[in-house]
């Protein structure tokens, strides 16, 4: 989910047939760029254009709270919302529908997303990596 670049579609890609992955973008760009390295991609907002289950989910979602000083060219890909989890928490609600029995959603987020209703996914933090004056968390979700 919000393959922009692609890049964590090509790292999955390394152990998983192209086949048997479904890149998904709100943003036509990420979109077209996508389907020219070769991936099955599909133009939505989050998950209201995709049927289907999967093993695996992943966003790096948009986490950022809105700051009236960022220009609007680039808060689709920063911008989670008024607080920074709204999209986390839609995406989320949507994910937990579209797991198989045994997957995982994978999300990244930051020390700057409020967590008190992310939380309330259980989220297991698996990874962390500090950059400059946020932490990134990756969160693993189970069904
Ligand atoms: C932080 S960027 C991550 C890009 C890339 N996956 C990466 O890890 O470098 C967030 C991406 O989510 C996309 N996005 C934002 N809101 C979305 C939505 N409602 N549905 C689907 N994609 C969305 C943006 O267009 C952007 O490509």
Redesign the pocket.
């Known amino acids: 989910?919000?393959?922009?670049?692609s890049?964590?579609s090509y790292i999955v890609s390394k152990f998983l047939d192209k086949k048997n992955i479904l890149t998904?973008?709100?943003?036509l760009t990420?979109v077209k760029l996508a389907k020219k390295k070769g991936f099955n991609a599909i133009k939505?907002?989050?998950f209201e254009k995709i049927t289907g289950n999967f093993d695996l989910i992943t966003f790096?979602?948009?986490y950022l709270p809105e700051d009236f000083r960022e220009p609007k060219s680039s808060q689709?890909?920063?911008t989670g919302g008024k607080r920074g989890d709204e999209?986390s928490l839609k995406f989320l609600r949507q994910a937990k529908k579209h797991l198989n029995k045994n997957g995982k959603v994978f999300l990244l987020i930051s020390s700057l997303t409020p967590m008190d209703k992310i939380n309330k996914f259980h989220p297991k933090i698996v990874a962390r990596k500090k950059l400059y004056l946020e932490n990134l968390l990756i969160l693993e979700i189970l069904p």
């Open positions: 989910m919000g393959t922009g670049s890049i964590l998904a973008d709100i943003n990420a939505t907002n989050l790096n979602a948009p689709l890909a920063t999209i």
